[in-house]
């Protein structure tokens, strides 16, 4: 194995019977990264690892969809018998520790520091654990967004995290061998030029495109859409390998 991807999650903006919120686990040699907390999606982790042993926790933005779930794994890891030999790093947009402090009735997030280490991301933001290199990306959305690029032994994994149209998903998913991209919206609403914060199935099928990823994997569709037409919309742009992310599918690289 060089690099893995299991979904968790993918419903969008609440999880429904037998579908969570955003979640998706990133196994390399030496390390497995929870990516995206969305209500429903640590229950689904602990089908394909021990939480105690994640190498990490990396959050797109701080919308509830992509991140409530911090707050079961909290009282997992501190509370539940799930203690971690030492604390999770969590590589999440500055304010994430204060927010879940806040949900506690705590003003000062310092007492999550025994199970969950906070540390801001940035756009170009590089961590590394075992034999995966993360690199997170500042992308367009309503409030402070981020998208990943996960590399080991030369496989790549791209993830939009929520974003409009932007170049900075074209160098983000550059090559990569799996771009794993969100759908939500069916149109552009006239006249939002210039603060367009989701992709329609087009885009993610332009973007994909653009940056020369070799297969496309649609997350994120949203309630004007289905799944199966999300996904067609964006193949027959991309004109390439399309699928639709599915709860517990696994994706070997």
């Known amino acids: 194995m060089s690099l893995t991807l299991t979904v968790l999650g993918t419903a969008s903006p609440h999880p ?4 969570p919120c955003s979640g998706y686990l990133l196994s390399a040699p030496g390390a497995d990264v929870w990516v995206d907390a969305g209500p429903g999606s640590f229950a689904e982790l602990q089908r394909h690892t021990d939480p105690a042993r994640l190498s990490a926790i990396w959050i797109s933005h701080l919308h509830a969809d ?6 079961s794994a909290f009282y997992a890891l501190a509370y539940g ?3 971690p030999p030492a604390p999770v790093p969590v590589y ?5 520790a204060e927010r879940l402090a806040g949900f506690l009735g705590r003003p ?3 007492f999550l520091g025994g199970v969950l280490a906070f540390h801001p991301l940035r756009d170009g933001h590089i961590a590394r654990h075992g034999e995966l290199l993360l690199t997170s990306r500042a992308v ?9 690029r996960a590399e080991a032994a030369g496989r790549v994994v791209a993830y939009s995290g929520d974003t409009g149209p932007c170049p900075a998903l074209t160098g983000l998913a550059r090559d990569a061998d ?8 069916d149109v552009h609403r006239e006249g939002e030029q210039g603060r367009r914060v989701h992709l329609t199935p087009e885009d993610a ?3 994909a495109r653009a940056a020369g990823a070799r297969s496309l994997l649609i997350t994120h569709v949203g309630p004007t859409l289905t799944p199966e037409s999300a996904t067609a919309r964006a193949a027959a742009v991309f004109g390439g390998p399309t699928r639709t992310a599915r709860e517990g599918a696994v994706h070997r690289l």
Not at 66 to 71: G, R, S, T, V
Request: proline share 7%; glycine share 14%.
């Open 16 to 19: 429904a019977p037998g579908r």
């Open 140 to 148: 367009v959305h309503d409030v402070a967004a981020y998208g990943l």
């Open 178 to 185: 799996l771009f794993l991209c969100e759908a939500d919206i």
């Open 205 to 207: 099928g332009a973007a």
């Open 66 to 71: 992509h991140n409530a779930d911090l707050l």
């Open 108 to 110: 000062d997030p310092g």
């Open 92 to 96: 999440a947009p500055e304010g994430c």
């Open 81 to 83: 018998g799930l203690t």
